[in-house]
């Protein structure tokens, strides 16, 4: 089975601080993705990557970015969090090669910013 | 971009009835609409998926038909049991390059009573 993992299930930061969220998978795949979720909202992208050191912005990418060092980690960067980053946020892998493949995800980081 | 409406908000329904979820999506370019589940304390998870040249699809107690004329697509359940209660979240994806990203509808809560 696929799994993967977020560094931690519950963060909470002080407003102005840089907070680093990361995930990991064990099953090979090229593309990870980074999202919050927000009640009312759904899932939002906020970015994602299709190889090594490849980003691409999502929907929702100001305040955010990220790293992809080595194929299996994807860490979401916010440079300076603020109030409006408190989120759940949730990390996806998935096997390249088309549209019609599953999106596999972390359990989530649940960020309070204050 | 694609933009996907969800509704109902929330779901309430008795242990053996059916619920219908409904999502329209704006981009008629998408090809591909996936159904995720969500459990308390867990990340989406697939549950059943449809490509824009099929109408319909089952799996056993869940179904989901998509309308492309339309733009939407829904999710059936049928004979509803305690353990579907959930956060269930339709996508749709516009395929070729798209890298797999998905855009989300807004969730539903969908909650079985005994």
């Known amino acids: 089975d696929v799994k993967v993992t977020q560094s931690s299930r519950y963060l909470v930061k002080r407003t102005g601080e840089k907070v680093f969220l990361e995930c990991v998978q064990d099953?090979?795949?090229?593309?990870m993705f980074w999202y919050r979720q927000d009640p009312g909202l759904g899932l939002r992208l906020i970015y994602f990557?299709?190889?090594?050191?490849?980003?691409e912005k999502g929907d929702i990418p100001e305040g955010y970015s990220v790293s992809r060092e080595k194929k299996e980690r994807f860490s979401l960067i916010l440079e300076s969090a603020s109030t409006n980053q408190t989120s759940m946020y949730l990390c996806?892998?998935?096997?390249?090669?088309?549209?019609?493949?599953?999106?596999?995800f972390g359990p989530g980081t649940r960020l309070t910013v204050l | 971009g694609e933009n996907v409406e969800q509704h109902p908000s929330t779901l309430s329904v008795q242990e053996g009835d059916s619920a219908v979820i409904k999502c329209t999506y704006s981009?008629?370019?998408?090809?591909?609409f996936p159904w995720y589940k969500q459990e308390l304390g867990k990340g989406p998870q697939l549950i059943i998926d449809?490509?824009?040249?099929?109408g319909e699809k089952k799996d056993q107690r869940i179904a989901v038909t998509l309308n492309k004329t339309a733009k939407h697509f829904s999710l059936h359940i049928t004979e509803t049991q305690p353990e579907d209660s959930a956060v269930y979240f339709c996508?749709?994806?516009?395929?070729?390059?798209?890298?797999?990203?998905?855009?989300f509808g807004q969730g539903t809560i969908l909650t079985v009573h005994p």
């Open positions: 996806a892998s998935m096997r390249a090669g088309g549209t019609y493949n599953e999106q596999f």
């Open positions: 099953m090979d795949h090229e593309n």
């Open positions: 990557s299709y190889d090594v050191k490849m980003k």
């Open positions: 981009d008629s370019a998408s090809n591909y």
């Open positions: 449809i490509r824009s040249n099929v």
């Open positions: 996508a749709a994806s516009i395929g070729g390059t798209s890298y797999g990203k998905l855009t």
